[in-house]
């Protein structure tokens, strides 16, 4: 009985997360109008899915900066390569958090909609 007890709990806790394609969108709008609401009260977001559209001001190897304040790290399988600074986009990504000091937000397994 524990032996099976074990097994079950380990492959519950192993098992692989959801893709963020599959996963429900809790806001969608533009970057400015999201930010506003992060600012109300960040940790209703924490964890959320968001699909945003904004202006990329800076990039890196990792990912984009939308209106210089919301970071989005792409997934490993995401090619950024032909995104431009300046340029518009649409995202869907999990908010991670929010940094007061920095007022910055941070999205996680962002993909390109």
Known sequence: MGILTA????????????????????FSGTSDSFMAKVKEDATVWEN?????MG????????????SNQI???FRDD?????LNVG???????????????LEELKLDQCIIQ
Do not use: F, N, W
């Open 78 to 82: 995401v090619d950024s390569s032909l």
């Open 48 to 52: 959320k899915v968001v699909s945003l």
């Open 7 to 26: 097994a079950a709990v380990y492959l519950y806790a192993m098992r692989p997360p959801a893709k963020i394609e599959s996963k429900a969108v809790d």
């Open 87 to 101: 340029s518009e986009i649409t995202l869907k990504g999990r908010v991670i958090g929010y940094d007061d000091l």
């Open 71 to 73: 970071y989005c790290q």
């Open 55 to 66: 202006k990329i001001t800076s990039k890196d190897d990792k990912g984009i900066t939308l």
